[in-house]
Structures are given as C-alpha cells and as structure tokens.
C-alpha cells in the first residue's frame, strides 16, 4: 500500500506498459488521491479550480506509487510540438509539451484529460521521456521532438521504446469535417485516423493516429494500451465527458516516468 494511505482508502491506480519492463513508471487514474467533488480521487491539474493543498497531496502521492523518495519534473501544458531538458524540478516551468531526462532520482510527468500520454525509455543509455500529445501537439510532432530530445541526451531511437496510455478512444472521439480536412492537409493520408460518424462528422482515432507518428520515426517497440479515458468515469477523468455532462471543471491524472 502506498506510503501514507490507510485501512479503507482507495489506493493510487497505476497502470504499467509491457513494453518499459522494470523502468519506474506508471499511468496514474483517478483513484486514490483526497480531492473531493467533480475532482474527486488523484487530481493533479495545477490548472483546474481544486484546492491547491489536495492537488499537492496527490501529487505527492502520485511520486510515491512510482518512486517514493524522488523529486517531480512537469511542465506547463500548452498544446504544442515542444520539448524540453529537465535536469530538476523546474521553479518556472518552461511552456512545453514533453520532457526528457537522464537524471536518477528525477520523475517527469505530464498530464492528461483525454489526451494522449505517451512514455519513452532507452535503458541502455538511462535516458527517458514523457509527452503530452494533444491533437494540436500531436500534429505538430511533440513524440518527434521527445525523441529528439532524449538523443541529445545520448538515447538512440532504434533502443527506445514508447507506451501509450489512456486517451480518448475512436467511439468517444466525434470530431468535425473542418477537423478531418486539417489533418488531410498535413497528409493525405491521414484519412485512415477517420471512421463515418452521423452528417457532417468524423471519428478519429487519435491513439492510431500516434502511433503511426511513432513508427514514422523509427521507433520500432510501440505498446498502445487502448484504455478510454472517456467511457471509464470510475477510473479516468475525462475533458470532453465533463463537458457532455455541462460540469464546470475536470480532473487531469498524470503519467510519470524515471531513469531506472
């Protein structure tokens, strides 16, 4: 049981990727956590309208359910294609979407509430990373720039490997023709993301759609784990289904990582 939690609390929910084996990581859910309301359960957004003092508890709980004892490395979400270097936790954090590093001891996480996580290691060169792909990101190469990140760090994209954790799935996912269009632009065949939903509008698979971006660029262990943050309310906090729903904010759970 993690550190600090007791009899008849829900522990932190901790979903692990094959494919990064004993790497210390783990894609966190909702349960767990002290936060209460529409927030309730392991809410870490810095940016949702939650008292400040159960994000910081569930922040630190969330460390501790992957690396007890290690200092936290984010940084401030703006739905771009950027990555960055952490070293140490950030006093300022820098406006980017993925981090990567090689320090021990160092957790990097980013967020999510329907985007898609996606986790990185290279073992042999104890370089890891972690990205926020939002559609917005996701177009504009935020796995490419990680990945270009952790080779400046001596990582070799033939050795790393990438998970990919709860996101928006296909069904959840409607999107409209001028959304399809954007990405037909970028590529034409991109067209393979998009299944007929009702007039007017598309399904997209996002999660497909980043794990082609990883195989373009050469990564050749990609493990996608196919959870819908949507459709599972008991486990996963979800944008668009706390806007269905007419709430007035949402929950955000973080994906974290650490050299081993």
Known sequence: ??????????????????ALGDVPHGFLGRRGGVSTGIHAGLNVGAGSDDDPAAIARNR??????????AELATVHQV???DAVIATAPFGER??????????????????????????????QAGVVGAAHASWKGALAGVTDATIAAMESLG???????????????????EVDDAFVRRFEAHDPQNERFFTDGRPGHR??????????????????????????TYADADRFFSYRRSVHRGEPGYGRQISLIAVS
Do not use: K
């Open 155 to 173: 990582a070799r994209r033939d050795r790393i490997v990438a998970a990919i954790g709860p996101c928006i799935a296909r069904a959840s996912y």
């Open 94 to 123: 820098p406006r980017a979407d993925a981090l990567a590093t090689d320090r021990p001891g160092l957790l990097i996480g980013i967020v999510t509430a329907d985007c898609v996580p996606v986790l990185f290691a290279d073992r």
């Open 203 to 228: 399904q997209f698979d996002i999660e497909a759609y980043v794990v082609a971006r990883l195989a373009a660029a050469e990564i050749r262990r990609i493990e996608a784990l196919g959870l819908d």
């Open 79 to 81: 739905h771009s294609g």
């Open 1 to 18: 049981m993690p550190q600090g939690l007791g009899r008849g609390v829900t522990p932190v929910d901790v979903v692990r990727a094959s």
């Open 60 to 69: 630190a709980l969330a460390v501790a359910a992957i690396r007890p004892g």
